[in-house]
């Protein structure tokens, strides 16, 4: 946090997928930006953009169908949708990592964990490493994440679930990248792994000085792991902050409301929770002004016409009308 | 993700009176079908074909077994009353391949479902009772599927003489294996699912479970198998009767003529022609529908 | 992994077993005239009678079908045949190298322009090396291999003079029926190849190796293919069995003595003994090829070997 | 591989001849297969040798023979100084083996029925002593080939699987080419006794398929080639090929099963088979199943072809084509709508043609049938079984109207395999004078009397209706324009030919 | 705790054994011993592949048990023949985890909501049926307006609904919910647990609550079988349980949920060494024993058994005995 240098700039980004049935707007306009060594935790329901938000970045959207149709994303003073491939190629597992959701299925099965760690490093060699270097820096990498680096030599179907994650953690890291994008790293781990897991990431984030966004839907690991927060709703970040700003600000957006009061508490005995009523509104046909409007149970007549603006107070920021007007006023 | 399609309001039924009709799925699948260039040109290229078996009485001149005038031996297409000439025999060629027509896809068509019924009783018993009978239905298969489906449908012809019964049996012989491991698999995949467990959970029979849930649910890719199965049949149809096999001699049937009007090929190219793009056309044309229907179901394969 | 070979190579012996019973009852539904054939056309009925006899003709299907066997096992013996009295392994051998080296011809040059074909098509998904090569396969592949052999005789050999139309007595007599063979099976296996690597480009193992920055190249030929192959080589095994006997129609039209057209042959005469010698060649070679298939299978996908060896 | 291709004049040249199937063996009493026959004859030699240009026998390794009075006992003078390809000379042991050799296998022994045995009587006569008189004892002379006993011995169970030096003819099997599956050659003798074959070496191919066979044709890979009538107006077109076209000896023949188990009844009515001989249109058969080139005929035998058969116009009574009249019957009869008289036997291919043809004609009549296609042995022993209401049925190879006896024990349909004396007794009294007939003509030495007795025999089966003619198939044969061949239908004598220099 | 309150479910000492391969067996219940009292709601907490799902199974009987016994008001259930058993069925039912899975794609959702009467001719007539259905939808809060259309136009949280009114139409008393509300996003799974209070509250129902989600589990039930390898390691009131842990793995368990709360933030994390070791032929002694950081000598040879250490607080640990 000591260094404010801005490592990754996005502007009022907007993704779309065209299939030949129908058009989703998965990202609308986010406008988002992340300071060297620190973490954003990105959160929101299923659909939210989330992940397409993280592919774009990584410039890995589906060749035919997604489209970024607008804005910029500068990642170390360049930017990143206009970069041609083989430029972007060289910043994809070396500058910028991803770990992806699904360690069952994010592992090649017919390569051996080995091989898969280390062609990060040999398409990233451009110190000109040995095959004995790398090999070493796989090692290296294995133990980093916990497994003895004789087990190289196996298969993902050799390994747990969660040591399979821890796998993928490793490929990600292997090149030691300036900016991770965890796609809910845990999502599809038990608690005790997810426990150790976390643990181990948040570690080597620190050990590293690695810059990280958190992608998750669960606000406890947010709140264990993340600097800054900025909640996604229906392709919009409907609310961004510092952790501070989300977890003890008293302002929230409704939304964000919704969402802490659908989580049942462990300290105090609850009878009833308090969810968000409805759902999220259909990608390929969203409502006009504020997109959570349908839901909102503070909604006004212009929530429903006018896509609000952005209430902005200090490092808290929140895309709401309630904030606006009193502001206004 | 969630897409809500609003359907026709049945709210109606609050006052007791339940207006319980059921809007197909079939429409999402017909509508992604429509949408395949493919799949619409063969669709329509098969209904011609079919078209013309049904009416095969009134559009064909001729009947098609007998013998014109000797004189109209090898007339050349375009001979009056003759569009596209006649054979070796003086038989009119148009009026042969609309009969033949009849022959070809009946004898395809039926040994396609036969199969697919023998193989589908077969795989789902094995499939679904498992253990035991599993076992043994599976080892005798693959006893069955050592033998390649040529020779021993051809051992079958030779055994039982040339008919369409025999050949819809020998044909069915020969691809029934297909579905066994076809619905078999399919139900394997399917008996693990929680909506087969939840059926069980509501006092389902296992006979219930298969008719209303197993069937239903592997209906899809056995359709797909059953159409392009019949294109191959119509190819395996002709090879037979290129080796000699297939139907007697004066039954038209589009192998059967192929390879008959081999000897005239020199001096009657139009007669091996017309014939082979029969085989062609409809084989393709099965094709093309068979492989858009597959998309249409499995939408995933599109993007 | 051995024992589990060994297994299935003692699994040879029921589908002999099994092969030659379905045959047996098969060709008992109006069985031939053995002594007939034996004896020629001129013998009288009584000569034709006794061979029939002598041979035990007119037992019942399954005693003559445990003569067989006990034949087959105890003696190597699998029968002389009715037409040409040689023994039917020293009459199918010959033949059986001329099919085979002609399959695996059709085989080689089959997999290897249709597998790429399959893969490119799949890589550049609707563009138009994808619809070009799909739509000529899908048109190829409604097309009779026999048709493509009658065209390609007819213009390579009859009209153009280029090549034989007959035997295979030297490389040149090889090439079209080779090509007439390929064809077909090439459509098949582009078809099988670009619907398998289409799934297995989907695969999210393929994203994580692009979001490591690996070259497009690598993605499809280290990642995706290997996993895209393993139902390729299926498809490759079961093909290739059928081939051996499948290429009658090939044998025929260029007049070569392979296994094929020796089957129709021995059917249309009922010679029996090399039905069924065929039926067990083909049947034995087809089963150690799905042997082999398995093999290739551990080879290629660490689970299955994991799995074969640890199953004791 | 093949041989050396052209240079033409030098007699170097390969002689390329097309075979329709592998060779089954090399031993010429192993088989009676035509396809294997056709080549033997160039190999191998009888002590006759059939002339099949000009009908008749020729004398070959025999220099004289005697029959005695009753011919039962024929002796025979053997050609001295005729060498093996081995190199030993023939003597009476060799034909003593032969005879003993032809007697024991299946095959061969058909043709040898009536032989007793064959005894030495010195090292160049043996003597013929048969069971009964036997007049077609010319074509067991041809038939069966002499070889070296010791040759054969030596040679044990591989004999008529290797190539040997068994046999005395112009030809001798090539070594260095023998694939009996697809391609071999012969090679011509240096010793032969009649003086080296001018051309000097022969390769069969394989080619089963007739679109090749004419491919190969058209592209000079074959010399020489019996042309399917469909290909015959574009070879002769091409102009690049000696033509010869004529009739041949073979002949298509219709007939009716009084016997029938299902139609037997309404097949034994006279005027129904009348009907059905005047539904026949020869001319219309033979333009639609062999484009005009046949001979429409009412003769079991062609005339020209064999020495000792009825003439042309022997026949009393023969139908004309009247479909009038064959409609007229059947109404007569009761059947003005038309009958349906069963199941139309015939082998799949060029029977098939002809059944195709005749079943639309008696169609037209209204006389309906039902065509069951079968492989050539299968639909054979069906005729031969009685399990049919009418087939098509062919013959060929008939030089000698002698040869009838033969064909009466024959599976190919022959004038008494249609069932005379069977359940229903139509034809009982007849079918006894027949063997009468055939033993009377067979043991009979004096021709003129055998021809009588033949022509009535003759006439008398012609008007049962039961088994016709149809038409005389032509042979159509095509050869290269550097070659001097003699074309004949099936076995030719590459002997007589030679390349134009 | 139990005094003269007849269980409504009661569990005595049933195993799940699964075959796999030749002589081995995975042993994914291993020796339960449960009572659940009508009302209440027994939460059933561990970690993936110990067992959650097979325990609920087998007490519905969709899984035969290895051994032991199932009563259900007293009544032994192992024992009733395939009739008597599909009577059972409509007492108890179950909900399940992957709202996906678990609805038949071909079928709308009235015809999966009606399947189980129809199956059991609870109603007489096609119409009465169906209007029952419809009256469900209400009750779980669907629109009717979904009676025809199909799972897979409906989004998770719907077809979770869908799950529920298929359970409740043949009125049963106890219900096992396998994880019903892991699949769903926050908001959804807290409309979906209000929603099986209400129906708790109103219907009296019973319910078999199976999740991994400490927190979630806690909210809603009465009681918590901590499972381990198929065996229970603890059991307790929820309020005791989340109050004081007694048993090593629970406390992990319960150290191990990151809490939405900043200043928890660096709250030691008590992290289990390991991976849930294998099912398949356990060896002896306690389960958990080598991931535990207290394992002693004795718990590697002897298995613990359940021990109640203070009234309805069980725990099968060697080291809480004393
Ligand atoms: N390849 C695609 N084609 C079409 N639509 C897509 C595609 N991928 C995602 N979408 C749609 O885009 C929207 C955003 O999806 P995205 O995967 O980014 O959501 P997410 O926030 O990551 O959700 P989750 O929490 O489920 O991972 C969704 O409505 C989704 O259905
Ligand atoms: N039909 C079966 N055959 C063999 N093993 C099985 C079967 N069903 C479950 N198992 C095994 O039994 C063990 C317990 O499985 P179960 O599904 O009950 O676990 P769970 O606690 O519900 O896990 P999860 O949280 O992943 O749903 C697992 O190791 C599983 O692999
Ligand atoms: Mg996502
Ligand atoms: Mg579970």
């Known amino acids: 946090m000591s260094n404010t240098e801005k490592m990754l700039e996005i502007k009022d980004l907007s993704v779309i997928y065209e299939t030949d049935l129908e058009t989703v707007y998965a990202v609308n306009g986010v406008t988002l930006s992340l300071e060297k060594g620190a973490t954003l935790g990105l959160v929101g329901e299923t659909g939210a953009g989330k992940t397409t938000l993280a592919l774009t970045l990584m410039r890995l959207l589906p060749e035919r169908t997604g489209k970024v149709t607008s804005g910029s994303i500068t990642f170390e003073g360049e930017n990143v949708v206009e970069l041609p491939e083989a430029n972007m190629r060289k910043i994809r597992g070396d500058k910028i990592a991803m770990i992806f959701q699904d360690p069952m299925t994010s592992l090649n099965p017919v390569l051996t964990v080995g091989e898969q760690i280390a062609e990060a490093l040999y398409v990233h060699n451009d110190s000109g490493r040995s095959k004995e270097e790398i090999e070493a820096r796989v090692d290296e990498t294995l133990t980093l994440v916990g497994i003895p680096p004789a087990r190289k030599h196996e298969y993902p179907h050799q390994f747990s679930g969660g040591m399979r994650q821890r796998v993928v953690i490793a490929i990600a890291l292997s090149c030691e990248p300036d900016l991770l994008i965890a796609d809910e790293p845990t999502t599809a781990l038990d608690v005790t792994i997810q426990a150790q897991v976390l643990m181990m990431i948040r570690d080597l984030r620190d050990r590293l000085g690695t810059s990280m966004i958190m992608i998750t839907h669960d606000l406890g690991i947010v709140a264990q792991t993340c600097d800054n927060v900025a909640v996604m709703y229906a392709g919009e970040i409907i609310e961004m902050g510092s952790a501070e700003d989300i977890f003890t600000c008293p302002i929230h957006h409704p939304y964000t409301d919704g969402l802490f009061g659908s989580l049942p508490n462990l300290k105090e005995k609850t009878d009833r929770l308090h969810p968000i009523a409805g759902l999220m509104p259909d990608p390929t046909n969203l409502p006009k002004g504020c997109k959570f409007a349908p839901r909102c149970d503070k909604c006004m007549e212009i929530c429903k016409e006018v896509p609000p603006e952005v209430y902005v107070d200090g490092t808290h920021s929140i895309r709401c009308h309630l904030y606006c007007q009193k502001k206004e006023d | 993700m969630a897409k809500i399609n609003t359907r026709p309001s049945v709210d109606a039924f609050e006052g007791g009176d339940i207006n319980f009709k059921r809007p197909s799925q079939a429409k999402e699948i017909i509508r992604r079908l429509k949408k395949n260039k493919g799949a619409m040109v063969g669709l329509i290229l098969l209904i011609l074909i079919i078209l013309v078996v049904i009416f095969a009485d009134v559009i064909a001149p001729y009947d098609a077994g007998v013998i014109q005038v000797a004189e109209n031996k090898l007339a050349g297409p375009g001979t009056p009353g003759h569009p596209l000439g006649c054979d070796s025999y003086g038989r009119d060629v148009l009026s042969r391949l609309v009969h033949g027509a009849r022959n070809s896809l009946k004898v395809a068509i039926i040994a396609s479902i036969t199969s697919c019924l023998v193989g589908c009783t077969l795989g789902s018993i094995a499939g679904y009772f498992g253990g035991k009978v599993d076992q043994i239905i599976m080892r005798s298969l693959d006893i069955f599927m050592s033998i390649p489906d040529l020779l021993f449908t051809m051992v079958v012809v030779a055994a039982l003489g040339s008919s369409i019964p025999v050949l819809i049996i020998a044909m069915t012989l020969a691809y029934f294996t297909n579905y066994v491991r076809l619905v078999r698999s399919g139900v394997l995949n399917l008996v693990d699912q929680e909506y087969v467990e939840a059926a069980r959970a509501g006092g389902a029979s296992p006979a219930r479970i298969i008719l209303s849930h197993i069937i239903p649910n592997t209906l899809g890719i056995i359709l797909v198998n059953v159409t392009l199965n019949v294109s191959s049949l119509v190819i395996y149809q002709s090879t037979l009767s290129f080796i000699g096999l297939s139907l007697p001699a004066p039954a038209p049937e589009w192998g059967s003529m192929l390879s008959s009007a081999r000897v005239d090929m020199l001096r009657a190219p139009t007669l091996v022609l017309f014939p082979a793009l029969a085989i062609v056309l409809t084989a393709f044309s099965v094709n093309l529908l068979g492989d858009g229907l597959r998309d249409a179901m499995d939408p995933r394969l599109k993007s | 992994m051995y024992r589990y070979i060994l297994k299935r190579l003692l699994f040879l012996i029921p589908t002999v077993l099994g092969v030659t019973l379905i045959i047996f009852a098969v060709m008992n539904i109006t069985p031939g005239n053995p002594g007939r054939m034996i004896l020629g056309a001129n013998a009288n009925a009584a000569e034709v009678e006794a061979v029939n006899q002598e041979l035990g003709f007119y037992d019942p299907v399954l005693v003559r079908w445990a003569r067989y066997l006990e034949n087959v096992f105890t003696k190597g013996d699998f029968g002389q045949s009715y037409s040409t009295k040689l023994d039917v392994f020293d009459e199918l051998w010959p033949r059986f190298m001329i099919t085979l080296r002609l399959a695996v011809l059709v085989l080689v040059l089959s997999v290897s322009i249709g597998v790429p074909l399959g893969i490119l098509s799949a890589v550049k998904q609707n563009s138009l090396m994808d619809t070009i090569p799909t739509m000529i396969a899908f048109f190829l592949a409604a097309v009779p291999s026999f048709v493509v052999g009658i065209v390609l005789m007819y213009i390579f050999a009859l009209k153009l003079n280029w090549f034989p139309s007959f035997g295979l007595t030297s490389a040149k007599h090889y090439v079209l029926p080779v090509i007439a063979a390929t064809i077909c099976e090439l459509s098949a296996y582009l078809r099988f190849t670009k619907s398998s690597m289409l799934e297995s480009i989907r695969q999210d193992y393929v994203r994580t190796a692009r979001a490591k920055g690996v070259a497009e190249r690598t993605v499809i030929w280290k990642h995706a293919l290997k996993n895209a192959l393993l139902p390729v080589v299926t498809s490759i095994g079961m093909r290739f069995g059928c081939l051996l006997a499948g290429m009658v129609t090939t044998e025929k039209l260029f007049s070569i003595p392979g296994v094929g057209s020796l089957i129709v042959d021995s059917i249309s005469l009922k010679d029996e003994p090399m039905i069924i010698g065929c039926a067990i060649m083909v049947s034995v070679c087809f089963t150690l090829l799905m042997i082999g298939v398995d093999l290739i299978y551990a080879f290629i996908d660490p689970r299955i070997r994991a799995k074969y060896s640890k199953r004791r | ?501 | 705790m139990a005094e003269e309150r007849i269980p409504l479910i009661e569990t005595v000492d049933l195993k799940k054994y699964f075959k796999v391969g030749d002589k081995s067996y995975l042993h994914a219940v291993d020796g339960i011993n449960m009572k659940v009292y009508p009302g209440e709601t027994i939460g059933v907490v561990g970690e993936s592949g110990c067992g959650k799902s097979t325990l609920g199974r087998t007490i519905l009987r969709l899984i035969e048990p290895t051994s032991g016994q199932i009563l259900y008001n007293g009544e032994d259930i192992t024992k009733l023949n395939a009739r008597q058993m599909k009577r059972m069925r409509q007492e108890m039912q179950i909900i399940f985890q992957d709202p996906y899975a678990s609805l038949d794609p071909r079928k709308s959702v009235i015809e999966i909501i009606a399947e189980y009467m129809i199956i059991n001719k609870t109603l007489p007539t096609k119409r009465e049926i169906y209007n029952r259905a419809a009256h469900l939808m209400d009750v779980v809060g669907l629109a009717r307006r979904y009676a025809t259309a199909y799972p897979h136009e409906l989004d998770g949280g719907r077809r979770q609904r869908i799950g529920i009114a298929r359970a409740l139409s043949v009125n049963p008393k106890f219900i096992v919910c396998d994880e019903p509300v892991s699949a769903l996003d926050v908001s959804i799974q807290a409309q979906i647990l209000n929603l099986l209070m209400d129906l708790q509250d109103e219907m009296g129902l019973t319910y078999m609550f199976v999740t991994h989600d400490l927190s979630v589990v806690k909210h809603i039930s009465n009681n918590i079988v901590v499972m381990y390898l198929g065996q229970c390691l603890e059991f307790a009131s929820s309020d005791e349980l989340f109050a004081s842990p007694l048993h090593p793995y629970t406390k992990a368990l319960l150290s191990a949920i990151p809490e939405p709360d900043i200043s928890m933030r660096n709250k030691e994390i008590k992290v289990i060494k390991g991976e849930v070791v294998s099912p398949v032929n356990p060896k002896p002694g306690c389960r958990f024993a080598a991931r535990c950081e207290y394992c002693q000598e004795r718990c590697m040879q002897e298995a613990p058994t359940l021990k109640e250490v203070s009234p309805g607080h069980f725990v099968a640990c060697h080291l809480c005995e004393n």
């Open chain 4, 1 to 501: 591989g093949c041989g050396k291709k052209s240079d033409g004049g030098d007699g170097t040249r390969t002689l390329v001849l097309r075979n329709t199937a592998g060779l089954s063996t090399n031993d010429p009493h192993a088989t009676t297969n035509t396809h294997d026959y056709t080549v033997f004859e160039n190999i191998y030699e009888g002590l006759y040798d059939l002339n099949e240009a000009t009908g008749g026998y020729d004398l070959r390794l025999a220099e004289k023979v005697e029959a005695n009075d009753d011919a039962t006992e024929y002796t025979v003078t053997l050609k001295q100084g005729v060498k093996f390809h081995n190199g030993e000379t023939m003597t009476a042991d060799d034909v003593v083996f032969s005879y003993a050799h032809a007697q024991k296998d299946a095959h061969m022994g058909s043709y040898c029925r009536p032989l007793d045995h064959v005894e030495k009587v010195d090292d160049y006569t043996v003597k013929i002593v048969m069971n009964q008189p036997f007049s077609p004892i010319g074509h067991m002379l041809h038939k069966v080939k002499i070889m070296s006993k010791k040759g054969v011995e030596e040679l044990g169970n591989d004999f008529g699987k290797v190539p040997n030096k068994v046999g005395t003819g112009p030809y001798m099997w090539d070594e260095n080419n023998y694939n009996p599956l697809s391609s071999w050659s012969a090679v011509a003798f240096e010793d032969y006794y009649r003086g080296k074959a001018k051309i000097e070496k022969i390769t069969w191919n394989v080619i089963a398929d007739d679109t090749s066979a004419i491919t190969a044709l058209q592209n000079g890979e074959l010399d020489y080639m019996v042309v399917p009538i469909s290909y015959w107006e574009d070879i002769k077109a091409s102009n690049k090929f000696n033509c010869v076209e004529k009739e041949s000896n073979e002949v298509m023949l219709f007939c009716i099963n009084v016997e029938s188990k299902t139609h037997g009844e309404l097949l034994r009515n006279d005027n129904i088979r009348l009907a059905m001989m005047y539904a026949l249109d020869r001319d219309g058969i033979n333009k639609l199943v062999c484009d005009g080139y046949g001979t429409p005929t009412y003769m079991y035998i062609n005339p020209n072809y064999a020495a000792a058969a009825p003439a042309a116009d022997s026949l009393k009574n023969p139908i004309p084509y009247n479909l009038q009249k064959a409609k007229e019957l059947l109404a007569q009869e009761g059947y003005p709508d038309g009958i349906d008289i069963g199941e139309f036997n015939v082998a799949a291919g060029r029977n098939e043609n002809f059944g195709v043809a005749v079943q639309a004609q008696l169609e037209a009549a209204g006389i309906k049938s039902t065509l069951v296609v079968s492989d050539y042995n299968v639909a054979g022993d069906r005729n031969v079984a009685q399990e049919y209401d009418i087939c098509i049925a062919y013959d060929c190879g008939n030089y000698d109207f002698n040869n009838f006896e033969q064909q009466s024990s024959s599976a190919a349909i022959g004038l008494t395999n249609v069932l005379f004396n069977g359940p229903s007794g139509k034809f009982n009294d007849l079918s006894a004078k027949f063997d009468e007939w055939l033993k009377e003509g067979s043991s009979t030495a004096d021709e003129a009397k055998r021809l009588e007795i033949y022509t009535e025999m003759y006439n008398a089966y012609y008007d049962t209706h039961t088994q016709v003619p149809l038409i005389n198939l032509p042979s159509c044969v095509a050869y290269s324009k550097d070659l001097n061949a003699i074309a004949v239908p099936t076995d030719y004598r590459v002997y007589d030919w030679s390349w134009n220099s």
